[in-house]
């Protein structure tokens, strides 16, 4: 089996049952375990396995190729995954800038180490020049933006390793 | 003509607009909260942005994020669809500033029109009649029950910006008010982020009658009939259509004539609502939306227009399309299909595991849903329109009946066993219709 | 079986019936369990573990609550899969007889032997009476149809015990 | 009026029905062969009837079989779509004679009209120009030859029983005829069961355009316009529009006024459709198909009527609903969406995964398809219809090309890719349609 054995799922349904939860629900690539509880309606605890939403039409397509104008950011998602990273995204939407201005070095580079609270970037939003801080103390592994690129909410800025 | 125009918004509005656009050889680009990753609008559009969390207040209503959004993207026009920012005079005015057309009015007439007491004042002005009540927003409680002892009870309390029924509590008595005053204020705040509330004057049985008006920046405006919306639960409008079963082409012309001399008032372009009261003989100007409607397919199906290609060609400058006088045709109702418990009207988001959508002569299904999607909790819980169109009220109703048997969703419950239950009404059949349809359906 | 042999089935059921669950399903490449509770609608277990259309959704619709109208013999699978009995199936569609004319016995009764190739009623179609043959020699162990009543091709018409 | 209607058919033309009995309050019966149980005619009929296995002929073509399920349930009449039994005067006649009325012309009209090779001969009895050829069924090669070298070649073989581009052979000279003699007759036995061919002069760049025709039993018989077809793919239509580009108002009225004569030749009622070769300034009468049209949903657009209703009214004795005038206004394209790889055109049958279908202002979807839907093997690959309708041309094929774009199948190949890539030909913009369209766009 895939996930779980015989026993395990055995002791799902008495969890839910003796929790009197409304139901579990487990996915993974190829199997799938639902358990409903007394009461039906919604989805208490769902358990996906995978990164991949499964069956989501526009979904899995936007994930596998983004449309000719898409913004999504095409960094591999093992780059994420790796252990000691932490990734910075950005609060806002707007353009990312490396420097305060076009003359200057930029605020951070890769092997450079950050404070929590340190400037290590701008995005540029309705005309003005919203400064990100890091949120966490490390050393700069990563870069995602080029500079002057545009940025979603919740895009990739920067790698910060911690350890 | 704009070359891109970005969606401020969301389900099957964006959709519908994205089409438009389509049509038009326009480029889109959809904005999207991160609970909205796998939505249709996303896929459809050309390019896309997410701009925020799950919660409005940080994505669909941040209006900083998504002028940004239409800055990094180029677009030179943004459509707010309706609900969200779409009648936000503020959000009007700073897209103007930035260069980015605003598709829609002037943000000047939002600022009159899209504010309820204000409006009324307007209205009242132009000589078009209005529901006896405050002169503006009602200061405090003690202010509001001066008002209420005045006008009589029972009586209304309104959101000043609102709109969709938030904000809105009826007062049968003193009581009431105090408790429901505070209240109201609160769910306006919360949901406009505005708390200025009015009072009015409660009609008990009236019927819901609004006029599509529409106008181009070139100074000439037109109604395009009238949309029969009285069949509401809790403010919310479950069924529309046009033409109403109780309309006159003398009553017509009257109230066609005062929604048409209210937008003179404020000088109005655009795609606006002009909502009516009808109390017997007696019409009164309630209130005016000043964006496209939910229920706008009911005047498409019955003049041949398309609203919102007319809106953006209006927004770029453009002369209305259409002759004064419209030939309209046949009779259209569309049904608002809603994930929620028919009984108990709870919302009830989730999974859909069955998506299958009428077909066949005149029907239209306005959805961003398939089979698989999730809807999420965070938004509206309208998943599809369902508008049908056949040559007389009564086979509009036959055409609905089996358009509505023959639409399954299933993973989620559905106001469709509901409005099959209309359907099968006698008072609805021989439209004896009023705001009080639905409580004494259910009663 | 791919995913779980028949005693951890049965436990599964108990589990399910004696907590008072809504519902268990798992699913696995192939493999299908879903065990309702008493509460719910119609299918207490569906066992599915084979190519057909899986979640088809007429189909499952139609299988566990046939319409109001519905031709769809109402009888229970377990009936089918009991070992050692042949069904015999209408070839045509129509109005199923038990005997030649309403005066006589009928052609077969539950516990007589039949041979292969032996009537064994009658499948009324457009005014022609279509003799059926028994396509096997045993003993009828069930009628399926009342007489009188209308038949759908492939309708089961009688179990035959051949061992 | 019927209580109870049998539809011996399947797929989206038996939903089609199903619609059309609904509003008119009429009990439906889905026959359906074992490969078909989950189909939503199933699901959506009142009751149904498995009457055989999954090949055609042991179920949709078994007559004995659907007139035994007709007797069960009491049905007092079938609609046969097309295809299948639809131009089978023997299934129409054992109907009447069982006392079930059969949706559709007289029996004797069907072996007059839908037998090829006769309805030429009526056509020119009426005087109605028909294109050269052979004086009914050729009886063997050397006839053929015969007939062939007397109108020169190229020429075309065609099942006299026929229809769909079953049992059609061109022929460029006396080698191809010999070889496709036999294969042509073949083929028709197969797919009627009459293995009987006839032979015409073949045009090689003809617009192929057809009238919607109906009668009422009462004598009256119109024409609702025309539709082009031109666009085929092995003599199979891809798309359709109404009204043709090439059509003058002058041309519409003599093609109109001939397609009436041969209906009146022959006392025609209900649906029918007369297809003609245009040939320059020359129009040939081709065929008559005494039956409803796959389609017939530009006609509907663009006359407003519903035509599957009108059919059950006329058979139920009913006179025509509409006036001799029709007003018809806009312009329809019908895309046939088929389950078909778009490069190789092979048939694609299997599990659709993703089904999306588009909305908004003047698009329909007919179509038995859904999300999980399984296309068997065993009939036609045709999933959905799309039908799109707007002001113009120009304006329907921008809200085609959005709605194909909108159109979301996964899963399976289908022809949407092609057909928008017909969209974007600039001979198709201009207008300039023939049979040999598909054949110059695939070069």
């Known amino acids: ?163 | 003509m704009f070359s891109k125009i970005l969606i401020a918004n969301r389900g099957e509005i964006a959709l519908r607009v994205i089409l438009a656009c389509r049509e038009l050889g326009i480029k889109t680009v959809a904005v999207h909260s991160e609970a909205d990753r796998n939505a249709l609008h996303v896929r459809y559009a050309d390019e896309d942005v997410c701009i925020g969390p799950a919660t409005s207040k940080q994505s669909y209503l941040n209006i900083s994020s998504i002028i940004a959004a239409a800055e990094i993207t180029g677009a030179d026009a943004v459509h707010p669809g309706y609900g969200f920012l779409a009648e936000n005079d503020h959000f009007a005015e700073i897209l103007e500033e930035c260069g980015i057309r605003f598709v829609g009015p002037a943000a000047e007439a939002i600022r009159l029109m899209g504010n309820k007491s204000r409006a009324r004042e307007t209205a009242k002005a132009a000589g078009v009649p209005i529901i006896p009540g405050s002169d503006g927003p009602v200061e405090d409680v003690d202010t509001a029950e001066g008002v209420a002892r005045e006008i009589g009870f029972p009586v209304i309390l309104k959101a000043s910006a609102g709109g969709g029924g938030r904000g809105m509590r009826i007062c049968w008595d003193e009581k009431d008010l105090r408790t429901a005053y505070d209240t109201a204020r609160h769910e306006a705040e919360r949901a406009f982020g505005v708390a200025d509330v009015y009072i009015e004057k409660y009609l008990t049985n009236p019927r819901h009658i609004e006029f599509q008006v529409f106008g181009d920046t070139q100074g000439r405006i037109v109604h395009l009939g009238e949309r029969e919306c009285s069949i509401q639960r809790r403010h919310q409008k479950l069924m529309e259509e046009s033409p109403s079963p109780m309309m006159t082409p003398e009553l017509r012309e009257r109230m066609g004539a005062a929604a048409v001399k209210v937008c003179e008032a404020v000088g109005y372009y655009n795609a606006g609502t002009i909502e009516f009261l009808v109390d017997g003989p007696n019409f009164y100007f309630m209130e005016m939306n000043t964006r496209i409607q939910v229920e706008h397919p009911v005047t498409e199906e019955v003049t041949g227009l398309d609203l919102v290609r007319e809106q953006i060609l209006v927004a770029a400058g453009e002369k209305l399309s259409f002759p004064k006088k419209l030939e309209m045709s046949g009779h259209a109702i569309e049904f608002r299909v809603n994930a929620e418990d028919p009984v108990t009207f709870a919302p009830n988001p989730g999974r859909i595991t069955t998506f299958h959508q009428p077909g066949g002569p005149g029907v239209r299904v306005d959805t961003a849903a398939y089979s698989d999607y999730v809807i999420p909790p965070h938004y509206d819980s309208m998943i599809a329109k369902l508008i049908v169109k056949a040559p007389s009220r009564r086979d509009a109703i036959e055409r609905g009946r089996r358009a509505l048997d023959m639409f399954t969703i299933e993973g989620i419950k559905t106001t469709i066993p509901l409005q099959r239950r209309i359907l099968g009404d006698p008072r609805f059949l021989r439209g004896e219709l009023s705001t009080r349809f639905m409580e004494d359906l259910l009663k």
């Not at chain 1, 970037?121 to 700069?140: F, P, Q, R, T, Y």
């Open chain 1, 1 to 163: 089996m895939a996930l779980l054995n015989f026993k395990e799922i055995l002791e799902l349904i008495d969890r839910v049952a003796d929790k009197g939860l409304g139901a579990v629900e487990i996915e993974s690539s190829g199997f799938k375990l639902r358990v409903e509880g007394k009461s039906a309606d919604p989805v208490v605890a769902t358990y996906m396995h995978d990164n991949l939403p499964r069956a989501a039409m526009p979904g899995s397509a936007m994930i596998s190729a983004p449309g000719p104008g898409s913004l999504q950011a095409p960094v591999p998602e093992a780059d994420v995954e790796e252990a000691g990273l932490h990734i910075v995204t950005s609060p806002i939407v707007g353009t990312f800038y490396r420097a305060p201005n076009p003359e200057s070095a930029p605020f951070v580079n890769v092997g450079d180490r950050v404070s929590k609270g340190q400037v290590i970037c701008i995005v540029e939003a309705m005309k003005l020049m919203n400064e990100i801080e890091s949120d966490i103390e490390g050393v700069v592994a990563k870069v995602f933006p080029q500079n002057g690129q545009p940025v979603e909410y919740g895009e990739k800025l920067f790698a910060v390793r911690t350890s």
